[in-house]
């Protein structure tokens, strides 16, 4: 079965530490891939994709990701933690068929400590 | 651009009304757009996938009498939850994915329904 798993519900680092949120799929064909940020009472962000071409993915707010087709995995990582980054973030996969369907994990709360 | 509105951003209803919820697709036509509910501290689970001008999809366990979608136009699509109860108090958040790049979704900001 297709499935996203994200590593660890909860994830603290201190400001100008690295971020690494882990994210994990399961399937028999590369999926297209997603990182999404939710704000407290706020809708989905998105902040970087992975479709085709480079597996290396810059997104906003400094973020990147890469993909690894041999380790099925999409770590989404930050060299620089800000206190603006503490936020939930979302690993999603959408494996383009079934009216493009997008499979979230359950999510990565961010702590960023002062 | 990929601009996704909800209208209203929250609402609190009576046991037994039903509640209308917009989502709009300002700046691109959208011929898909999702449906999803999310509790607190957990994460999106999809309701109903709608496209414009058909009926909407449901997911398993999703009462489809309960939660009306209406899928008009490319740019509007709703969600009336009707004789809403306590239970049905949610965080619920649309997304739409354009003609030219359906695998991407862009989320409303979300509607915040209190049934007491």
């Known amino acids: 079965a297709q499935s996203v798993t994200q590593l660890g519900s909860h994830v603290s680092v201190s400001e100008g530490a690295l971020v690494l949120l882990r994210c994990n799929y399961s399937?028999?064909?590369?999926?297209?891939l997603f990182w999404y940020v939710q704000y407290p009472n706020q809708g989905l962000q998105l902040l970087l994709k992975?479709?085709?071409?480079?597996?290396l993915v810059k997104g906003i707010n400094g973020f990147e990701a890469e993909f690894k087709k041999s380790e099925t995995s999409f770590h989404l990582t930050k060299p620089s933690a800000h206190m603006s980054d503490a936020a939930e973030y979302f690993c999603?996969?959408?494996f383009g068929a079934g009216g493009f369907k997008t499979i979230f994990g359950a999510g990565t709360r961010l702590f960023v400590k002062a | 651009g990929a601009v996704v509105s909800q209208h209203p951003s929250r609402v609190i209803c009576k046991s037994g009304t039903s509640v209308k919820i917009e989502c709009r697709s300002l700046?691109?036509?959208?011929?898909?757009m999702f449906w999803y509910r999310q509790f607190p501290k957990k994460s999106l689970m999809l309701m109903a996938t709608?496209?414009?001008?058909?009926?909407?999809?449901?997911e398993q366990g999703v009462e489809k009498d309960k939660f009306l979608i209406n899928h008009a136009s490319l740019t509007l699509s709703t969600l009336t939850v009707t004789s809403a109860h306590p239970e049905d108090s949610s965080f619920y958040i649309c997304?739409?994915?354009?003609?030219?790049?359906?695998?991407?979704?862009?989320f409303g900001p979300g509607t915040r329904l209190l049934v007491l």
């Open positions: 700046d691109f036509q959208a011929t898909t």
């Open positions: 999603a996969v959408n």
């Open positions: 399937s028999s064909v590369p999926p297209y």
């Open positions: 709608s496209n414009e001008g058909s009926k909407a999809t449901y």
């Open positions: 997304s739409a994915a354009s003609e030219t790049g359906q695998e991407t979704q862009y």
């Open positions: 992975y479709t085709t071409g480079a597996t």
